[in-house]
């Protein structure tokens, strides 16, 4: 490797848009064979919003209200969309107690005397809550790439909210430019898997790990490269950071955490996934004039 083309490099990705942390960076994104996207936040704006609402035993104002009590204590994106939706109807909510959140299932807090759980349909499952009243509005829902967030009081089932997290502009053909180019493009998510799904295919991604727990990113990144392949990891969020340490090459968005930046080797400085394009290629080239 000849030291004037990786600084030659570095200003062109700079040029780019791409600030490489560290200089083996740009030689193992031109040998790596596998591309394994984040979904929210990366290949998704990561601006979900409250879309739609499925009430079981409560009005959809109700709903909303004891939700937001208890979102109102989580950093969750998902509860940053049920709490502006509740804000912009004008309601006001009730003080949550208690508040606990369970990684990658969802949250539960006292609201008044009840107790309220919001999350997943797994979380749903696991702690026994009846969802059968629904599962034909969801499953539509899913289908169109909305995610379903649960409320259970008292362990009954009160409703659903969907929410939407719509594709980036250039995600599909930025996938398709991969593909052409011999990359194998994978997706990963904490998201159930039908609503990833969803989003895969209208994205032409066809292959899918979804309902990932938070530590388990790296895990599934692991598990390519002990296939012999060699993954670049691209994601924005604190879940993402043991997987881009983890990925031959890791590629933090700009705009995501910090600790993510920080676990990076690699970040595109500006929210936009063709700005991975430009690395490959750019990586490509400079790989071929060191030889
Ligand atoms: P991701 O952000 O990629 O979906 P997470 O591990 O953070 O992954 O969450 C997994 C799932 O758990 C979410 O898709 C959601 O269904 C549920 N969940 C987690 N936290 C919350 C929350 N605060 N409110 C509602 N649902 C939640
Ligand atoms: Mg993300």
Redesign the pocket.
Known sequence: ATPTAVMVATGKGAENGLLLRRGAALESLARTDTVVL???GTLTLGRPQVTDQIGATGSDDDVLTLMAAV?SH?E????DA?VAAARERGLAWPTATGFE?V?????HARVDDRYVH???AH?MEWLGVDTTAVQTEVEALMQAAK?P?YAAVDGQLLGVVAIADPPRPESAAVIAALRAQGLRVAMV????AATAHALADRLGIDEVMAGV??DAKAREVQRLQGEGRRVAFVGD?I?DAPALARADVGIAIGTGTDVAIEAGDAVLMRADLNGLLNAVALARRTHRTMK
């Open positions: 984040d979904k929210t979102e989580s969750h994106p998902l509860a049920v959140a990684s990658g299932y969802g949250v919001i999350g997943a979380y995610t967030v998510t904490g998201d159930q727990l938070p969020g879940n």
